[in-house]
Each structure stands twice: as structure tokens, then as C-alpha cells.
């Protein structure tokens, strides 16, 4: 509850800064609070508010599972094993040292400019938190627990689903909490740069038409989605 107040707190605060200033600067540099919230009500009752979300969140969904599946995958097969860790290792050091803005430029080339660019760049930067999360969740598994199972004859199977998977499971949620939060940032980036749909490509028309009310508009509705898969996250996993 006061954890609620403080955080509230600071969001009021956030506003009453934001509308200070707004009235030092021009409504193209920085519109007001309200001049904003009236742009969220015109993009929500005029534009196709509710289509361009449900294609940035499909991308999002594609993107974070093929994460998940790289990431726990070769995450479980490289804690195990450090070979296997050794191998992945430059690899894996290519993906973090690379800007994903990089990536963006390579998988324009590649792709085109489509939503297969947008979410080719969020795996990218979403595989390796899920990645790394899980080799630390296995460096710190309670292995007298796994020699136990062992001694009571599990299968690698059942050692892997009742004793590792659990263990982990508070790592993984961490991770991919991470990634839900850098997803959305770069599955935006990607369309304002890459797409012709999407919450991205609707921020890219709102600057060309210096609406800038419409692209804090369109920010703050990604930041409420944002907020809100993190919180279905945390209820769910």
C-alpha cells in the first residue's frame, strides 16, 4: 500500500514537472499533459489504435518466444555443460557487443523493410538476458538435490522437469521480465525505422507531421503496455 503511495507520488510529481515546462516551450517542442491526453482520446476514438497494437504485440509475442525457446535451450545445454558454454561463448559476444541498431541495418538488407525486421532485432536483444539468466539459475542449483534424484533412480527427464525446471524458474521469470521491458523499446524502434504498420510506423508519421503530441501519446500507450505484460508476467510465470 505504501509502496502504491510512493510510486503514485512520483508519477504526479513526473506530471506537474512535465506541464511546468510546457508552458516555457512551444506546443511542437513540448506540449502539455493535457494536450497529451487529449491525443491518446483522438488516437483511440479515430485511428486504428487497437489494430496497430495488436500487430506490435504479435511481433512482440513471436519475438520473445523464439527468445525463450534460444534462450533456455542453449542456456540449460551451456550451464551443464561448459563445453558446450566455450563453444556458444564468441557467438553469444557478438550478439551483446553488437548495437542493435546494427542489427537493424543488416536485417534491413536482409529481410527487407517489413515486420520480419522488427522482430529478427528483438530476439537478437532479447535472447541473451533469457541466455544468461539461466546459466545462472544452473550455477546456483543445489546439485545434493539432483545426486538424490539420481539415487532414487529418475530418469535425466524427470531430473530435468522435478528438480532443475523448478529451480529455475524464479531466474527465468527474472529474464524474461528483462526482456518483455527491452522488447517493446526495440520492437518500437524497429518500426519506426523498418515497418509500415504497427505502433512504431503511426510514431513515424506523427513526426513527419510534427504531431508531437501524438508521438508522446503513442509513447505513453507503450508504456502502459508495457507495464501491463510485466505485471501479467509476474502473475503468471
Not at 513471436?62 to 542456456?75: F, K, N, P, R
Not at 532443475?164 to 521491458?181: D, E, R, V
Amino acid at each position: 500500500s505504501d509502496l502504491k503511495k510512493i510510486y503514485l507520488g512520483g508519477i504526479v510529481l513526473i506530471l506537474l514537472m512535465w506541464h511546468f515546462v510546457s508552458f516555457f516551450y512551444s506546443p511542437l517542442i513540448i506540449p502539455s499533459p493535457i494536450a497529451t491526453a487529449r491525443a491518446v482520446f483522438h488516437i483511440i476514438k479515430y485511428q486504428n489504435c487497437i489494430s496497430n497494437i495488436l500487430i506490435s504485440f504479435g511481433r512482440l509475442v513471436c519475438a520473445i518466444l523464439s527468445a525463450v525457446i534460444l534462450g533456455v535451450i542453449l542456456g540449460i545445454f551451456s550451464g551443464l555443460n561448459h563445453k558446450v558454454r566455450d563453444m556458444f561463448f564468441p557467438f553469444f559476444s557478438i550478439i551483446q557487443s553488437a548495437p542493435p541498431i546494427s542489427w537493424l541495418a543488416l536485417a534491413m538488407i536482409w529481410f527487407g523493410i517489413n515486420g520480419k525486421t522488427t522482430i529478427f532485432i528483438t530476439i537478437i536483444s532479447c535472447f541473451p538476458m533469457i541466455f544468461i539468466n539461466i546459466i545462472a539459475g544452473i550455477e546456483n542449483l543445489d546439485w545434493k538435490l539432483v545426486e538424490m534424484g539420481k539415487i532414487y533412480k529418475f530418469s535425466n527427464y524427470k531430473i530435468l522437469r522435478e528438480i532443475i525446471m523448478p529451480a529455475l524458474q524464479s531466474y527465468f521469470k527474472s529474464g524474461l521480465n528483462a526482456a518483455i521491458g527491452l522488447g517493446w523499446k526495440v520492437i518500437i524502434m524497429g518500426e519506426v525505422l523498418s515497418a509500415n504498420s504497427g505502433i512504431g510506423s503511426e510514431i513515424t508519421d506523427a513526426r513527419l507531421n510534427i504531431e508531437t503530441d501524438e508521438v508522446l501519446a503513442w509513447s505513453g500507450i507503450v508504456v502502459v503496455l508495457c507495464a501491463f505484460t510485466q505485471n501479467l508476467n509476474e502473475k503468471i510465470v
